[in-house]
């Protein structure tokens, strides 16, 4: 907060309300705004760049600096209004992954409840075989929203987990099916070739399985999500990301510029630790909150 | 074999070889490959700013203008620079005397790592001899209780916990009382993950630090951290005076900026890096090794010693 209160004040002295002459320390002042967003040096530059040859020499106001970065930035960031692309017909499997600790199993409880409050039925999948109390941890999950639940034994193989689940589903006719598999860093390759082969094992039973490959990422991470993101995209098909943790003061700017290398689009974001903790990831809003220390318009 | 800097840095420089003396314009350039680094590393802006400046001023200087490989020279100096940024460096967990029993806390955001590192320092201390005793102080997480204890299993570790109680202040202080009957000598406090800028939890952690006085509380912080680091690690620092801090999953490819900010704002040391998800996955920290990793080339040391 303290932080967040000196940078206020110092820029809204660069800008006083008649408008100010962009020189480089004023480039060098939007530096210091646009690199606590984890935005990322590429994506900073080429902000600075732009502002700094269509506009140096020139006395503009804070607003109209700022205007044009978000209309390019929520352009950027845009997504479907239904981020879940279901199933033609059958059911709709989902499979959740992303590195240790990020928010995955907590991400999957979110979903299933907000789905379930769409009056879908669901299955879970506790493909988390590795970690301990990683099964127990998404058992008290699906007691609690009362969704189905398919669990294998301490150290069965995740693949095999991931089948019965789907297997599951498909029995009973149940609607979707979330798989969750334990954390891995995107380097390790036997642990990237193991989620490879869970997407495998779900497309021996529906061939165009799965039709969502979530990436959970937290939106503390820094500069490492761009290799998250272009790492699990390259092991399985994933179609979009899941920014958890958004609730603290990180901004989780990363998503930008994964969004501009790696193509991966934001689907919902994590707010808290409880089921209700969750949304659709709002362009304007993300926008916005990169921006809060220059608009002024944080609520703090 | 040289990476991505010291290229960078060779033909800012090389550009200027044989036309004379290395220019300052020519230095200032091979500077910002330098700031490119460190922010592509994560290390926080502000704190990166700053030791530009500093580094600036000495590369600026005669001695390395003048020198036969000034891009050498200059990786030579902002390697020592950013190892004297994260040093002093002190590993200890200043246990006290056997017959003592000492008390440290794991604190940090959810998921940073803090149940994996509590079985990993359990498994450290019963090594050298100690007889640990890990405490279920996390009543939020589902299953955080059954994941301590699945540790202590797997270790063979004494764990405290008690389901039916709601307060982990009455948690921590019931294991103290404990630990004594046990005839534990290091009790380690599992706390629950919290938001820094969550008032009620990081109240409920300086209840647990003001009633059981542990000795050495670490915050436990994920190397992946970007910009948010600062606040973060200032907030824990301001609500109970850390001891140190351990930086977990540097098995992957995280450039690990995120222990130069967390130093600079805590001051306190960097005890340890946690290096994957088995519990023998603890190392002391080197701030030498962390400098090259920061600047994104492993042979920086091999470099260093040739210039
Ligand atoms: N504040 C906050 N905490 C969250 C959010 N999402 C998850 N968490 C917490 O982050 C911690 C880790 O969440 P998990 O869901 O267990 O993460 P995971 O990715 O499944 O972890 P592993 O399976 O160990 O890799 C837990 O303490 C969660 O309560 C969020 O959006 N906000
Ligand atoms: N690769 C790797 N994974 C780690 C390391 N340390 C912890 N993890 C993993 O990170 C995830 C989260 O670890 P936990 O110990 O549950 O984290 P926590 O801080 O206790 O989480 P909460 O209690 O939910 O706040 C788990 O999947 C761990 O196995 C590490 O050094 N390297
Ligand atoms: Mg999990
Ligand atoms: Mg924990």
Redesign the pocket.
């Known amino acids: 907060k303290k932080t967040a209160n000196i940078l206020k004040t110092d820029v809204r002295d660069l800008f006083k309300s008649e408008g100010r002459l962009i020189d480089d320390a004023f480039l060098d002042e939007m530096r210091a705004i646009l690199f606590k967003t984890d935005m990322g040096y590429d994506g900073v530059e080429k902000i600075v760049e732009e502002v700094a040859t269509k506009m140096r020499g020139r006395v503009v106001t804070l607003e109209e600096v700022v205007a044009t970065w978000k209309t390019k930035l929520t352009e950027l960031m845009s997504q479907d209004d239904s981020p879940i692309r279901f199933a033609k017909s059958g059911p709709t499997i989902i499979m959740v992954c992303g590195v240790?600790?990020a928010g995955k199993t907590t991400s999957i409880a979110k979903l299933a409840h907000l789905l379930k409050s769409q009056g879908k039925s669901i299955v879970l999948g506790a493909g988390d075989t590795f970690?301990a109390a990683a099964v127990e941890q998404l058992t008290i999950w699906s007691k609690r929203l009362g969704v189905n639940l398919v669990t294998g034994e301490q150290g069965a193989h995740p693949a095999s987990v991931a089948y019965r689940a789907v297997e599951e589903c498909i029995a009973t006719g149940a609607e979707v099916c979330i798989v969750d598999t334990?954390?891995r860093?995107q380097t390790q390759k036997n642990l990237m070739a193991e989620l490879t082969k869970i997407q495998q094992s779900i497309r021996k039973l529906i061939p165009e399985a799965p039709h969502e490959v979530l990436l959970v990422l937290d939106a503390t991470t820094g500069q490492n999500g761009i290799s998250q993101a272009s790492n699990f995209t390259e092991a399985v098909d994933c179609t979009g990301i899941i920014l958890a943790k958004l609730d603290g003061t990180a901004k989780g700017g990363v998503v930008v510029a994964i969004k501009q290398q790696v193509g991966l689009p934001v689907k919902y974001v994590g707010v808290g630790e409880q089921p209700e903790d969750w949304a659709l990831f709002n362009p304007v809003e993300f926008v916005n909150a990169l921006f809060a220390e220059i608009d002024g318009t944080s609520p703090d | 074999m040289f990476e991505a800097l010291q290229d960078g840095l060779g033909s800012a420089f090389k550009t200027l070889r044989g036309k004379g003396k290395l220019s300052e314009s020519n230095m200032r350039d091979g500077l910002k490959l330098v700031e490119k680094s460190l922010l592509e590393a994560d290390v926080s802006f502000p704190v990166v700013r700053q030791f530009m400046a500093d580094v600036t001023e000495q590369a600026l200087g005669e001695k390395v203008l003048k020198s036969l490989d000034p891009s050498q020279q200059v990786v030579g100096l902002v390697y020592q620079e950013l190892v004297n940024l994260m040093g002093p460096v002190d590993n200890s967990l200043h246990l006290l005397g056997k017959g003592e029993v000492t008390v440290l806390m794991m604190c940090?955001?959810?998921?940073?790592?803090?149940?994996?590192?509590c079985g990993k320092l359990g498994r450290m201390l019963k090594e050298s001899g100690r007889k640990p005793l890990l405490v279920a102080a996390?009543l939020q997480?589902p299953a955080?209780i059954d994941?301590l204890h699945v540790l202590g299993e797997q270790l063979g570790i004494d764990v405290f916990s008690d389901r039916a109680q709601k307060d982990p202040v009455s948690v921590c202080n019931e294991a103290l009382k404990q630990a004594k009957k046990l005839g534990a000598d290091v009790v380690i406090l599992?706390t629950?993950?919290r938001l820094h800028v969550d008032e009620e939890l990081m109240g409920q952690l300086q209840r647990i630090d003001r009633q059981c006085n542990p000795h050495q509380a670490y915050l436990?912080v994920d190397g992946m951290t970007g910009q948010d680091a600062v606040n973060s690690a200032k907030a824990f620092n301001d609500a109970l005076e850390l001891d140190g801090v351990i930086l977990?999953?540097?098995?992957?490819d995280a450039r690990g900026g995120a222990a130069i900010s967390v130093k600079h704002v805590t001051g306190v040391p960097i005890k340890f890096?946690?290096?994957?998800?088995h519990l023998d996955?603890l190392e002391e920290f080197h701030a030498d090794r962390m400098a090259g990793r920061i600047l994104g080339q492993g042979d920086i040391l091999t470099l260093v010693e040739k210039a």
Do not use: C, H, P, Y
Request: cysteine-free.
């Open positions: 240790n600790g970690r334990a954390g860093l | 940090g955001l959810q998921g940073s790592g803090k149940t994996t590192t996390d997480r955080a994941q599992d629950a993950g436990v977990t999953k540097m098995d992957g890096i946690g290096t994957g998800e996955a």
